[in-house]
C-alpha cells in the first residue's frame, strides 16, 4: 500500500547543513511536501516540488527529487538552533488524499 | 501568532453525544478543510469551503456538519459519535485556487468510549 518513511532523528551542530531524507511508495503523486512543526503549532508548509521536477531551492533550503528511487530530500544550509522542529515529508493529490510520513525530529546544537 | 488552530487538542466523550471542533486560521486564507486521519499517516479529505461556501463534501456520514461563520473559521460538529469516529481530524487551509499549498492545524485526537 501507499507509505511515506523517514528516519525519526536528526542531530547537527549549529552553522553546518541538515540533509533530511523520505522515501515513498506512490509513483503517482503530484506533490511532495515538507512541512514543519514546532512544539504545540501546526504544519508549517516549507515548500513543496511538483513531481515532474528534479530540484527546488528556496533561500536555505534545497529540495532534491528522486523519481526513480521515490526518494525525496530536504537540505537546509546554515543549520539554526531555530530550526529544531519536527520534520515531516508528504505526497499525494490534494486537496484530495496525502500521505504523510512520521517526522524526523530535528536537534540543532551549538 | 499560530497560522491555524485547533481547539481542542484532545477529545474524549462517551458514545451518543454531541461534540465541536473549532479551527481558525489567521493566513487571510480563502479555502478551509477538514481531514480525517484513519490511519498513522493517511489523511482524507471530508471537507473544503472556500469564502464560507461548501465546495467539496466527501462522503461523510451526516452526522457531521462543518459551519463556518466567517472565512476564518471552519468548525466540525459530530452528533450521535460512535466508536468509529475515533481519529485525529486536521484542519487546513489554503489560498483561494491553490489547493495545494496547504497549512495544517496541529490536530485533535477524538477518543469515543
Known amino acids: 500500500g501507499e507509505d511515506v518513511e523517514q528516519s525519526l532523528f536528526l542531530s547537527v551542530r549549529e552553522g553546518d547543513s541538515s540533509v533530511i531524507n523520505c522515501t515513498y511508495t506512490?509513483?503517482?503523486?503530484?506533490?511532495l511536501y515538507w512541512y514543519k512543526q514546532e512544539p504545540g503549532a501546526g504544519l508549517q508548509l516549507l515548500t513543496y516540488?511538483?513531481?515532474?521536477?528534479d530540484m527546488k531551492q528556496d533561500q536555505r533550503l534545497t529540495v532534491l527529487l528522486n523519481k526513480k528511487d521515490k526518494h525525496l530530500s530536504l537540505r537546509i544550509a546554515d543549520t539554526q538552533t531555530g530550526d529544531s522542529a519536527i520534520y515531516f515529508c508528504?505526497?499525494?493529490?490534494?486537496?484530495?488524499?496525502?500521505?504523510f510520513g512520521t517526522g524526523t525530529r530535528l536537534q540543532v546544537f551549538p | 501568532d499560530t497560522a491555524v488552530s485547533q481547539t481542542p487538542k484532545y477529545l474524549v466523550t462517551q458514545m451518543g453525544n454531541d461534540k465541536s471542533i473549532k479551527c481558525e486560521q489567521n493566513?487571510?486564507?480563502?479555502?478551509m478543510y477538514w481531514y480525517k486521519q484513519d490511519s498513522k499517516k493517511f489523511l482524507k479529505i471530508m471537507f473544503s469551503?472556500?469564502?464560507?461556501?461548501?465546495?467539496i463534501n466527501e462522503t461523510v456520514p451526516n452526522r457531521f456538519s462543518p459551519k463556518s461563520p466567517d472565512k476564518a473559521h471552519l468548525n466540525l460538529h459530530i452528533n450521535s459519535l460512535e466508536l468509529g469516529d475515533s481519529a485525529v481530524y486536521f484542519c487546513?487551509?489554503?489560498?483561494?485556487?491553490?489547493?495545494?499549498?496547504?497549512?495544517f492545524g496541529p490536530g485533535t485526537r477524538l477518543t469515543v468510549t
Open positions: 487546513a487551509s489554503s489560498p483561494s485556487g491553490s489547493g495545494y499549498e496547504q497549512y
Open positions: 506512490d509513483s503517482s503523486s503530484t506533490y
Open positions: 516540488i511538483f513531481s515532474n521536477m
Open positions: 508528504a505526497e499525494g493529490l490534494p486537496p484530495d488524499k496525502l500521505i
Open positions: 493566513l487571510g486564507h480563502d479555502t
Open positions: 469551503y472556500n469564502n464560507k461556501e461548501l465546495i
